[in-house]
């Protein structure tokens, strides 16, 4: 072989070897970034006694890329001496584009129940004075690129106790109307069920076609995503009895 062809052949396993590394490097970078997380700045709801009533704790952001979250979290603590049967968070997320911020909004949420019959058959699933939940969400939010996100802002702005207390720092008032709107479609979901199950002489036989297909007829009228949501979790409800086969359940909730 010419001195000038194992020069040829060597320069060119150079460049690939370059390549590679600079394949690898780049792979470990984006490996690294996934992991990514931004401190969360927490608004807390103002001191009674000296004792935050309802703590927001641990909040916390992971990126996926410089303009997009993967997921965002928090625990929430209850310092009442109530139970906490629903709640609402608020997170306020702030990019920066070349200077010029921008926002957007992302909520989340707890309702223990959508409806008395879930409440019943899971023996309550309220969160109990000293107590603590997780609140995440695992929805994708981005910003256009190359705007990059560099906050993130939580608050709580609505919670209701069992003893039907009401904290709701919402001026529109926006989550007490979805969590009394879930709930109605809840009770409009089993009164059609429990309808539809007597018809059927008190068997689910297609039934279940229905509720996994999400087919509600028009006249329940859920024509807002609240009032669907709640009747597709009661669905989802009614689904698990049947795929556990409890038959007793089933009759105890829609039979009577």
């Known amino acids: 072989m010419s001195t000038r062809r194992v020069t040829l052949v060597s320069v060119f396993v150079f460049l690939c ?32 006694g000296g004792v935050i009533p309802v703590e927001v704790q641990r909040g916390k952001i992971q990126l996926s890329a410089p303009n997009e979250i993967e997921s965002y979290s928090c625990v929430v603590k209850n310092n009442t001496t109530q139970a906490i049967t629903a709640l609402a968070l ?27 019959d879930i409440q019943d058959y899971r023996k309550s699933r309220s969160l109990a004075p000293g107590s603590e939940i997780t609140m995440d969400s695992s929805s994708t939010t981005s910003v256009p690129f190359p705007a990059r996100i560099i906050k993130a802002e939580v608050s709580l702005i609505y919670v209701e106790f069992a003893n039907k207390d009401v904290i709701d720092l919402d001026p529109k008032h926006y989550s007490s109307k979805t969590t009394n709107e879930e709930r109605e479609g809840a ?34 009228r859920l024509d807002t995503h609240p009032l669907h949501h709640g009747a597709k979790m009661y ?7 049947s795929a556990g086969n409890q038959q007793e359940a089933i009759e105890k909730y829609l039979g009577r």
């Not at 600079?22 to 992991?35: C, D, N």
């Open 187 to 220: 009770e409009r979901c089993k009164k059609w069920l429990a309808q539809l199950y007597k018809q059927q002489g008190r068997s689910l036989e297609g039934i279940i076609s229905l509720l996994r297909s999400e087919s509600f007829p028009t006249e329940l």
């Open 90 to 116: 608020e997170w306020t997320f702030t990019a920066d584009n070349n200077g010029r911020p921008t926002s957007l909004s992302g909520y989340s949420g707890m309702d223990a129940i959508y409806h008395p």
């Open 17 to 48: 070897l370059i390549v590679v590394f600079a394949f690898r490097g780049k792979s470990k970078q984006v490996y690294e970034y996934q992991k990514t997380q931004l401190s969360v700045d927490i608004k807390q709801l103002p001191h009674e």
């Open 235 to 241: 669905g989802k409800f009614i689904l698990s009895l």
